[in-house]
């Protein structure tokens, strides 16, 4: 989150875990087949407890600066003890924030009105409807658990201050008997605390977005004019119209879509997805294909092959799968993603016909088709990543996205597993190579459909130069929309100038001339840059402080000047085409203004 590279480091720990299985892939046939009888079960006993210990470690290393149920409470605690004057910091409450329970209040944050009506008297539930003084929210204190309804419009302070004045035990007798006076009361408390609250989650370090407070996805309306409740013996009527699989639906929807879908989510989230949906079947149903031609090559099911002869190596080699590239050119990776997996898929397919079950040949084959399948772990990785965060950008809700993706994936693989067990079986000989084929094709042509429905609004070198193209051509006056430049973004090359952003001072130095070298650092009106041209690349040097906007600049004008070279006709309108030619300063001087 520091610099929004969510999908880099996404990558960088796909590495990482390749490395390890690369080390226990030596551990395992180096030691493994020296355990054997009584000696495997207290291995197995101490590796497992430093499987549970590594992790409790880990869990325990993470300080997370937002805010979940438990972790408010804390602070809560701590806020209210000081007399609210300050909280306690990021990581003493994660230290003390219990890893197997909720130490927070039994809260609904974000239920129906239904909710608080069914445990509430309803002249108790209509008086505090009409005396909540934030019209955003309603808070109500049952007698075991206390519930928030939040408007449409609720904002993620206002799920703070529904939680605030919930189980609050203030030291003094005056704010206390105001917090249990009722909810009005309470809510004008927990209104008056709010601000200094929120000073003090800031001086402690602790972040407001995003919130991880399970929140609920009903929201209300309020209404401006009088409204009117019904009592029937002491129950509050809810009127409306309910159909017959609204309970299955909404269950679903909460299984398997974002918390607050379509609004929480990116307007590409469900257009991606169906089609992610379409090519995740296809490419079980090849991976199925394989397995069984990997196991024909192992030598399972015949009867000449010895056990020395079906290579156990070969099955720890195929645990190389994971890895994760840079997300700049996200679509290009996710396509050479798909082509490595279904090269790799063909070559298993094809194993049994190198040799005979278990030979060297076969052995190598499968040992590139691992090679692959690493690869394919490493671009997809990433990918995923940066299009998880690009989905989940509306409301930081990232982890959420993640996991009912990771749901429908679930759903989908149970479809195709009964696909394949009742399908796969009847395809064999040639109808393999076939039916491979098919699917191959409808995997590939899902995926580029996938690819061309996400419409990314950050810029990477090929939307920033259809950008600044379609800026140049309208005479500076306006620029294409997302949509359109994401449409228009080659897939599998890049449209951009050659540019090295952030070289070191040594490229520029190798490619141009020494006083061209010195004139142009003397006379770069931008500081904190400086940009060169060479004769078929552009440098550009960054200083230590450099910030986005200046990053966007220097690509703006190397952008500029590449366009005056290759297509000078688009500057009609805009002018400045004679002064992007005539040197490193001036171009920088019409790029700036």
């Not at 993620?156 to 030291?171: K, M």
């Not at 399970?214 to 009117?228: D, K, M, P």
């Not at 671009?379 to 429908?408: E, F, I, P, W, Y």
């Not at 041209?533 to 004008?557: H, I, K, M, P, R």
């Amino acid at each position: 989150a520091r610099q929004h590279n969510m999908a880099d480091v996404s990558a960088k720990d796909a590495s990482q875990e390749t490395l390890v299985n690369l080390v226990e892939l030596v551990v395992n046939l180096t030691f493994v087949p020296l355990i054997t009888g009584p000696v495997a079960v207290p291995v197995f006993i101490i590796f497992t407890s430093g499987h549970i210990f590594g992790n409790w470690c880990a869990v325990r290393s993470v300080a997370m600066e937002t805010l979940n149920p438990s972790r408010l409470h804390l602070v809560v605690v701590s806020f209210v003890a000081s007399g609210g004057r300050a909280c306690s910091g990021v990581a003493e409450v994660n230290q003390s924030e219990p890893l197997l329970r909720s130490c927070a209040a039994p809260l609904r944050l974000g239920c129906p009105l239904s909710a608080p009506a069914a445990a509430l008297p309803a002249d108790r539930l209509v008086d505090g409807l009409r005396q909540q003084r934030h019209r955003r929210l309603a808070v109500f204190t049952g007698a075991s658990s206390y519930y928030a309804v939040l408007a449409e419009d609720a904002t993620s302070t206002d799920q703070l201050l529904a939680r605030l004045p919930v189980r609050a035990d203030p030291p003094g007798q005056d704010p206390a008997e105001t917090l249990r006076a009722g909810d009005a009361a309470a809510a004008a408390t927990a209104e008056r605390l709010m601000p200094d609250f929120l000073g003090a989650l800031s001086k402690a370090g602790w972040s407001t977005e995003p919130l991880l407070l399970g929140a609920g996805q009903h929201r209300l309306t309020w209404s401006n004019e009088a409204t009117e409740y019904v009592l029937t013996q002491q129950k509050l009527l809810i009127k409306g119209k309910k159909r017959k699989f609204d309970g299955f639906v909404s269950t679903a929807k909460d299984v398997f879509l974002p918390q607050g879908y379509p609004d929480s989510v990116s307007a590409d989230y469900l257009t991606y997805q169906m089609w992610d949906t379409a090519q995740a079947f296809c490419s079980s149903v090849t991976g199925a294909l394989a397995g069984r031609a990997v196991l024909t090559g192992y030598g399972v099911g015949d009867q000449g092959a010895s056990v020395a002869r079906r290579h156990p190596r070969l099955a720890a080699a195929r645990r190389l799968r994971h890895g994760g590239p840079h997300p700049v050119r996200l679509a290009r990776y996710r396509l050479l993603a798909d082509v490595l997996n279904d090269l790799a898929i063909l070559m298993q397919l094809l194993c049994p016909l190198a040799g005979p079950p278990g030979s060297p040949t076969v052995a190598a084959v499968l040992c590139v088709a691992s090679v692959l399948l690493s690869l394919v772990g490493v671009c997809g990785g990433a990918t995923r990543a940066a299009l998880t965060m690009h989905q989940g950008a509306r409301r930081h809700n990232m982890a959420d996205v993640s996991a009912k993706d990771s749901s429908q994936e679930t759903l989908v693989n149970l479809f195709a597993l009964l696909f394949n067990l009742a399908f796969v079986p009847l395809i064999t000989g040639g109808a393999a190579v076939l039916a491979y084929l098919l699917f191959t094709f409808g995997h590939l042509y899902f995926n580029w459909r996938a690819v061309r429905s996400v419409a990314m609004e950050t810029l990477n070198p090929s939307r920033l130069h259809l950008v600044v193209v379609s800026f140049v051509a309208s005479g500076g006056r306006a620029c294409s929309g997302v949509a359109e430049v994401n449409q228009s973004e080659p897939l599998l090359r890049s449209c951009a100038a050659p540019l090295r952003l952030g070289c070191p001072l040594s490229a520029p130095a190798a490619a141009l001339p020494a006083d061209r070298l010195v004139d142009g650092l003397r006379q770069q009106r931008h500081r904190r840059l400086a940009v060169f041209t060479g004769a078929s690349s552009y440098y550009v040097v960054l200083a230590e402080d450099a910030t986005s906007a200046d990053q966007l600049l220097a690509v703006f004008q190397c952008e500029l000047i590449h366009l005056a070279r290759t297509r000078p006709k688009l500057f009609d309108a805009v002018g400045g085409c004679s002064e992007l030619r005539a040197g490193d300063a001036a171009a920088a001087a019409t790029a700036s203004g």
